[in-house]
């Protein structure tokens, strides 16, 4: 089956850290390049970090770019994000997606991990 | 980065056409015809339904189309059904900023 896992989210108090991964199954993970999209309670969709193929090309929203570090590992098919430094404001559900080929959308995206900053 | 304008809630009945708008800028919206949208029912994954403007992933229905003027791109839904009730999305290339996405637009089927 064709999908994406998150897990690794939880309760951290501000300052905290986490490490979250996102396990591709069903296709070929190191033809594709992935995103972490966030979605704050009640809120709208936030794009968060990209990553390229080769992962070489990296780019990060302001919102979190020193903070949050974005990579992947083609050998166990996963994707992770470091987040660092959490402020009550990262409390969100984490996606990671998948962009595959020459195209400018997400086309798989897993169910979501959530994050929860709070003392 | 500054999220592209939706309106909050639209709807519609049974059988009826709805259109989302998304307003956003020359530099995203209006700048390249990379606009896609999401449909995102509670407590779900969101879900593609339109890329590059118009295009349709297989198997979305093709009661769901796109399409841009300016600056505003639309998603209209025809023959609207109540499993079309869901929050949807859109989404932009924005060059340097990479991606932006909309605030969201609720669809109510009454």
């Known amino acids: 089956e064709v999908q994406l896992v998150e897990s690794g989210g939880g309760l951290v108090q501000p300052g905290g850290s986490l490490r979250l991964s996102c396990a591709a199954s069903?296709?070929?993970?190191?033809?594709?390049?992935f995103h972490w999209v966030r979605q704050a309670p009640g809120k709208g969709l936030e794009w968060v970090a990209y990553?390229?193929?080769?992962?070489?090309?990296?780019y990060y929203a302001d919102s979190v770019k020193g903070r949050f570090t974005i990579s992947r590992d083609s050998a166990k098919n996963s994707l992770y994000l470091q987040v660092t430094s959490l402020r009550a404001e990262d409390t969100a559900v984490y996606y990671c997606?998948?962009?595959?080929?020459?195209?400018?959308?997400?086309?798989?995206w897993g169910q979501g991990t959530l994050v929860t900053v709070s003392s | 980065q500054s999220a592209l304008t939706q309106p909050a809630s639209v709807s519609g009945s049974p059988g009826q056409s709805i259109s989302i708008s998304c307003t956003g800028t020359?530099?995203?919206?209006?700048?390249?015809?990379?606009v896609s949208w999401y449909q995102q029912h509670p407590g779900k994954a969101p879900k593609l339904m339109i890329y590059?403007?118009?295009k349709r992933p297989s198997g979305v229905s093709n009661r769901f189309s796109g399409s841009k003027s300016g600056n505003t791109a639309s998603l209209t839904v025809s023959g609207l059904q109540a499993e079309d009730e869901a929050d949807y999305y859109c989404?932009?290339?924005?060059?340097?900023?990479?991606?932006?996405f909309g605030f969201g637009t609720k669809v109510t089927v009454v």
């Open positions: 997606a998948r962009e595959c080929g020459e195209v400018y959308n997400f086309d798989l």
């Open positions: 069903g296709f070929t993970f190191s033809s594709c390049k």
């Open positions: 990553i390229d193929t080769s992962g070489n090309t990296i």
């Open positions: 020359s530099s995203d919206v209006g700048g390249y015809d990379y």
């Open positions: 590059d403007v118009s």
């Open positions: 989404c932009s290339w924005a060059g340097s900023r990479f991606y932006v």
